[in-house]
């Protein structure tokens, strides 16, 4: 999604001139809708709540003000100034990446970012130093304090990005008790995409009058497909002949659990792909390297959960699959604004079962459009999944079968004779693992696998959400038994961290 720009330019919303400086450098010159709105009630130093979808410039929105409060002052000291809380340790890196690109000519200021599975000996000595700006994950910025490596007594400004995400991840005792540790005269700004339940109670008592700033992001560079499909084998079938289309560039598929995405990478290497998982166990230096390879094109396919894949910014990702369906509405946006960036066309694609149709609807109807529903010719469900207003309204089989047909577009040019197992009515198989084309042993001169591999396929078992398509994903609402912090360490009995995953 390519954020709109406004006739406005930033010379015209008095930004200070360090910071033109590095935006002309980096060719910004008008700002997005939610910047042309937020910025000026940020520079006036009023609290705000802002609203904004994936790719509508929000970084920038509330980075931008921080840097230019911070430059009026005529030196810069040892003091933390400026405080920017993130939910996961991608999204701290992407927020430290634009502090210092929009800072480049500010010279005297310096920003760490203080994130879990990081070292801390790096972390502690860049904080004896001095620094004026902190982008940190909660979990790791609380150690610090009780360390007595930071102090927020002298803070001005504190960002929450994101905080809805952070309450969903059990953070909200961490985000008070750091809240509660800064100064009460000061500027709050809160990034969220929704203000109902305990992120408005948040918003209510930890900000004083706040400007509310709301911009709905329109995906007009992504289309959005719908797959259903009436068993994991046919799930897997549909995800073979998805991701061996020759028009993508790169993927990001979702799963639901960390299990899941370290499954299905390994079945799609398997069949020949060069594909990856990335989940919050895996340690930062690992994570950070997959991240690199995902860049430079060495991974073509990632594997990924909700919250290992929030901050990821990778213009080459041409479309993102919906293994399972995320089952916060608010995720789904996040996750298709994977795809589609720097004003590249991209695609959504959603595998949906029967028992996904509550949950996709929950979607259409926040997104307030419907999703296009599409066929593979050769591997069309054998179910119908018309909408319940529709139901009896197409053409019957036969006495005692569902009525109506499927109400689907076919992607092969027809509807055709299936000869797979869903549709010749044969005892589909209960795998639920991918069962992927090609072989990893044989390619072709253009690196596409050639023949199906064969192997045993990863069994779904009983309480395994991938297999079961039930039960909370990583990073839902709620508190998880065992959560563990953007360090990756469990806390027992209970603890307020949230599960990084």
């Known amino acids: 999604m390519r954020p709109q720009k406004t006739k406005t330019t930033f010379s015209d919303l008095n930004i200070a001139k360090p910071i033109l400086t590095a935006l002309d450098r980096i060719g910004y010159t008008n700002p997005t809708p939610i910047q042309e709105q937020a910025i000026p009630f940020a520079l006036a130093g009023r609290d705000l709540l802002l609203s904004a979808q994936t790719g509508s410039g929000k970084t920038a929105a509330f980075v931008i003000p921080v840097l230019d409060r911070l430059s009026r002052a005529t030196s810069f000291d040892k003091l933390t100034k400026a405080l920017i809380l993130t939910p996961t340790r991608e999204l701290a890196q992407q927020v430290h990446?634009?502090?210092?690109?929009?800072?480049?000519?500010m010279r005297g200021l310096f920003c760490v970012p203080l994130v879990g599975g990081a070292p801390y000996n790096g972390q502690i000595t860049?904080?004896?130093?001095?620094?004026?700006?902190?982008?940190?994950?909660?979990?790791?910025?609380?150690?610090?304090i009780k360390a007595g490596r930071v102090d927020l007594s002298n803070l001005e400004v504190l960002v929450l990005d994101e905080a809805d995400r952070m309450l969903d991840m059990g953070f909200a005792d961490d985000i008070s008790d750091i809240l509660s540790a800064a100064p009460i005269d000061r500027q709050t700004i809160m990034c969220s995409a929704t203000w109902d339940g305990p992120v408005g109670k948040i918003a209510a008592s930890f900000t004083k009058n706040p400007e509310r700033v709301s911009?709905?992001?329109e995906s007009a560079h992504i289309e959005e497909k719908?797959?259903?499909?009436?068993?994991?084998d046919h799930?897997?079938?549909?995800?073979?002949?998805?991701?061996?289309?020759?028009?993508?560039?790169?993927?990001?598929?979702?799963?639901?659990?960390?299990?899941?995405?370290?499954?299905?990478?390994?079945?799609?290497?398997?069949?020949?792909?060069?594909?990856?998982?990335?989940h919050g166990d895996l340690p930062q230096s690992k994570r950070n390297r997959i991240v690199q390879d995902l860049r430079n094109g060495k991974v073509k396919i990632l594997v990924a959960t909700d919250v290992a894949a929030r901050g990821l910014d990778v213009p080459a990702i041409s479309h993102v699959i919906n293994y399972d369906l995320p089952r916060q509405t608010e995720d789904y946006v996040h996750r298709i604004g994977r795809c589609g960036r720097a004003g590249r066309t991209g695609v959504a694609i959603s595998l949906c079962s029967m028992d996904d149709r509550p949950q996709l609807a929950a979607i259409n109807r926040y997104l307030d459009r419907k999703m296009e529903v599409c066929v593979i010719e050769g591997?069309?469900?054998?179910?119908?999944?018309?909408?319940?207003?529709?139901?009896?309204?197409?053409?019957?089989r036969g006495?005692?079968?569902?009525?109506?047909?499927?109400?689907g577009k076919s992607t092969g040019g027809g509807r055709g004779r299936s000869n797979d197992r869903a549709a010749t009515g044969q005892r589909a198989s209960n795998d639920s693992g991918y069962q992927g084309q090609g072989a990893g042993k044989s390619r072709d001169s253009s690196g596409k696998p050639k023949d199906r591999f064969?192997?045993?396929?990863?069994?779904g078992k009983r309480g395994d959400r991938a297999a079961t398509g039930r039960g909370r994903p990583s990073g839902s609402q709620g508190r998880p038994a065992n959560r563990s912090d953007s360090r990756g360490q469990g806390r027992p009995n209970g603890g307020n961290r949230g599960k990084n995953s």
Not at 454 to 459: A, D, L, N, R, V
Request: hydrophobic share 30%.
């Open 97 to 105: 990446d634009s502090v210092r690109t929009y800072s480049k000519d």
């Open 126 to 144: 860049a904080l004896r130093k001095g620094v004026q700006v902190i982008v940190a994950t909660p979990g790791r910025l609380l150690d610090h």
């Open 215 to 217: 911009i709905k992001v």
């Open 226 to 232: 719908v797959y259903y499909c009436d068993d994991f």
């Open 235 to 278: 799930k897997n079938r549909l995800l073979d002949k998805i991701v061996c289309q020759q028009e993508m560039d790169q993927i990001i598929i979702f799963a639901a659990t960390k299990r899941s995405t370290e499954k299905l990478a390994k079945q799609l290497q398997e069949a020949g792909h060069k594909a990856s998982f990335l």
């Open 379 to 396: 591997m069309e469900p054998k179910k119908t999944y018309v909408p319940s207003e529709n139901k009896g309204r197409g053409r019957g």
């Open 399 to 407: 006495r005692g079968r569902s009525s109506g047909g499927y109400a």
């Open 454 to 459: 064969g192997g045993k396929p990863y069994q």
